[in-house]
């Protein structure tokens, strides 16, 4: 693919990458599924063309299952992207998801409900049924870790993402069905993102910033606050690794 590949990432917010990266001004901000959460910007990071979506607004302030992820994919399909990175804070349940850790999911569970979840439901697109055995890019993941090592950055490879509805956290009884489930983190923007970028035919893989134990996994309770402290400081170090992947991609494969 070489020269053709063209790289999205998906944030939460805007505001960082807008501050560190600077922005040649909004791009596509409409689609046959409505407004995407805002504008695809172009960015610049280590010298590469990225485009961005900020996907709960810029202000931060669309909730997780108000988002509306038709229209945010079909945004960045449409501005010509060919891969999908996205940014995903998460809660660890498994013992290894420990608060600061990066991890790269292999797969993902949807206990998400109401969410338009495909392009072809049968009204705009005709209906068709989407091989999804394995939600996340096999060949992205497996830059993505290069790029981590490259970078001297920790990144776990594997582990299910558990997405929930949102936007109130977890109950203790609910982190352990997913538990039981198999479930290694939890998060609430996972789906239906991951589908519909399969069924555009674009290559998807998440960068997961474990934030915070899950509900009823540590004595202390969960504040924003901390959050907040967690998640900049995985941001650092997520861009550090798309600084690296970025040369990697525009190598032409093989």
């Known amino acids: 693919m070489g020269s053709q590949r063209r790289v999205a990432v998906i944030g939460g917010s805007g505001a960082r990458f ?24 172009d960015l610049r990071i280590a010298d590469h063309s990225v485009l961005f979506l900020a996907r709960h607004g810029e202000p931060h302030a669309i909730a997780p299952h108000r988002v509306n992820y038709r229209a945010n994919i079909h945004a960045l399909h449409a501005s010509g992207a060919t891969h999908v990175i996205a940014l995903n804070t998460v809660g660890g349940i498994s013992a290894e998801a420990v608060p600061g850790s990066l991890w790269l999911p292999g797969q993902i569970i949807d206990y998400t409900s109401g969410r338009e979840s495909s392009f072809h ?16 890019d096999r060949p992205l993941r497996e830059l993505l870790m290069l790029a981590a090592e490259q970078a001297g950055i920790e990144m776990v ?26 479930c290694d983190l939890v998060g609430m923007t996972g789906m239906p993102e991951a589908a519909l ?9 998440s960068i997961s910033m474990v934030v915070n134990p899950a509900a009823g996994l540590s004595a202390e309770a969960i504040t924003l606050e901390a959050i907040l402290r967690e998640a900049d400081h995985c941001m650092t170090r997520c861009t550090a690794v798309l600084a690296r992947a970025l040369p990697l991609l525009d190598q032409p494969p093989g």
């Open 121 to 136: 439901d049968g009204t705009v697109w005709p209906l068709q049924h989407q091989e999804f055995a394995e939600p996340y």
């Open 157 to 182: 490879s594997g582990g299910v993402y558990g997405c929930t509805q949102g936007p109130r956290l977890e109950t203790a009884a609910e982190i352990r069905r997913m538990q039981r489930d198999g």
């Open 197 to 205: 970028a399969r069924e555009l035919g674009m290559a998807y893989a």
């Open 18 to 41: 807008a501050a560190v990266y600077g922005s040649d001004g909004p791009g596509l901000s409409d689609t046959p599924w409505g407004p995407p959460s805002a504008a695809v910007r």
